[in-house]
């Protein structure tokens, strides 16, 4: 038992323990003093710091799937040192490597030793390479190497076997290393992380690149299958394509929210069918059957309504976070939980849309689908929205829709040209 104060550790700060106890890093620039125990989310006490700032492990950092967690890959700086002869050149791959990124490795190669060091964040942006995909490409620049010099040496003739020793030992000078590393400020200097791992220089291929190189690449996206081809070996462009794949689809929240009987439910459905159909896909969270599913047992009072539609906000963001589009149409009366969902919505990476259905108390009152209106005036339902707990309209909805004056297909019409628009 420890009686030290904890600490969890975001990402970034375990990135950065992981890079300290393996010796690449002196101290922790989050924590220099302690004492402190640090923990990883679910409280696992991972190292103490000490006073001095000392660093004494106490579990290993927990490893995930992916190439990226390989443990023959995702070596202690000091091993990797220990190791490493003198000469040894570092190639951060911070990006896919390109073709000609592939001669730069390949020419150090020929002089000595050549890490091939890929930066792994634990977070990946839509739309960039992340630290599975730069692993499975640094693999394949290796392969991709070894077979271009096996067809040079097959070409070479009388001087065959000469050549195929030359092309073995290139092959022999690569290795590739996963290194932990953060994408916030506190990272360290490349160079510094390249010299722990016992390299002498190190060099970032992206940043040698050619201009034609440079130019082409920014317009990867769009950029055709067999251009990609031409620029990448086979593993980068695969890694290169599925990234920009990915990239291209923002996520989108559309957050409906009105008094009972305002129309949301209908107008969510009708929306939801509409960007099948045009084969978006949309994942419905309906108020009603949220109550029966996520929310079951819950009640109508404030707490549990924040609680509601929070959980729903959460389960939007999830499906947003991978390019989804969720529709939910809970009340969400109050304004404080209606912020937290949009602000999940958008640290998630997703576009939000509020959409407000402002149809009139009258009307929804007169309508009483369900009966619950004439209920609460009679007093058997407590704490009903309009009647006797409050509805705080929103000052700041993308879309105001009065289902009284704007039919359901007009309705539908006017949120898929504010997403349109967004
Ligand atoms: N007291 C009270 N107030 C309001 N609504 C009530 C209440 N009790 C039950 N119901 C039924 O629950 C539905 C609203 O649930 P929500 O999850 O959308 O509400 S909230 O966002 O948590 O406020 C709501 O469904 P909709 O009519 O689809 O909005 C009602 O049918
Ligand atoms: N233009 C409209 N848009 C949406 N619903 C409408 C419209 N006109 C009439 N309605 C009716 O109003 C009721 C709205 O109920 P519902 O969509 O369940 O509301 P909520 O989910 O806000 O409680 C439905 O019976 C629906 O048929």
């Not at 890929?118 to 499975?136: C, D, I, K, N, Y």
């Amino acid at each position: 038992m420890t009686s030290s104060p904890a600490r969890v550790l975001t990402d970034d700060e375990l990135d950065l323990l992981e890079l300290a106890l393996g010796g690449a890093i002196d101290r922790l620039p989050y924590a220099p003093a302690g004492p402190l125990t640090l923990t990883d989310t679910e409280n696992t006490p991972l190292a103490e710091v000490a006073a001095d700032g000392t660093l004494t492990p106490l579990k290993p950092v927990a490893r995930a799937l992916g190439p990226q967690w390989d443990e023959s890959l995702r070596l202690a700086a000091r091993d990797v040192a220990a190791e490493s002869v003198p000469g040894t050149t570092a190639m951060w791959l911070a990006e896919a490597p390109t073709v000609e990124d592939g001669s730069v490795v390949t020419e150090a190669a020929a002089a000595g030793a050549v890490l091939l060091l890929v930066p792994a964040s634990r977070h990946t942006e839509p739309g960039t390479v992340g630290a599975a995909g730069l692993t499975r490409a640094a693999q394949g620049l290796v392969e991709w190497i070894r077979d271009m010099l096996r067809d040079v040496s097959g070409e070479a003739g009388a001087r065959e076997a000469e050549a195929q020793a030359a092309a073995e030992a290139i092959e022999d000078a690569l290795r590739v290393v996963v290194v932990p590393y953060p994408r916030g400020g506190q990272a360290p200097a490349p160079a510094d992380v390249a010299a722990a791992y016992g390299a002498e220089r190190v060099v970032v291929p992206a940043d040698l690149r050619s201009s034609p190189a440079g130019e082409l690449l920014e317009r990867f996206a769009t950029a055709r299958s067999n251009t990609l081809r031409a620029m990448y070996p086979e593993a980068s462009a695969r890694e290169v394509e599925r990234a920009a794949a990915a990239g291209h689809r923002q996520g989108t929240v559309v957050f409906f929210t009105g008094l009972s009987g305002s129309g949301k439910s209908t107008v969510a459905r009708a929306l939801a069918a509409e960007l099948d159909d045009d084969g978006l896909g949309a994942t419905l969270l309906d108020g009603d059957a949220v109550r029966h599913h996520l929310s079951k047992g819950l009640g109508f009072d404030r707490e549990s309504r924040e609680t509601n539609v929070e959980r729903i906000g959460y389960v939007a963001s999830l499906v947003a976070k991978h390019g989804g589009i969720a529709v939910a149409a809970p009340i969400a009366p109050f304004e404080s939980s209606r912020a937290k969902v949009r602000q999940l919505a958008e640290s998630a990476g997703a576009r939000f849309l509020l959409v407000h259905v402002s149809t009139p108390l009258e009307v929804c009152e007169a309508r009483d689908r369900k009966g619950l209106y004439a209920k609460a005036r009679a007093g058997e339902i407590p704490d009903f929205t309009g009647i006797s707990s409050p509805y705080e309209t929103p000052a700041n909805a993308e879309l105001v829709i009065d289902t009284s004056q704007v039919s359901v297909k007009d309705a539908v019409a006017l949120v898929r040209k504010t997403l349109d628009a967004a």
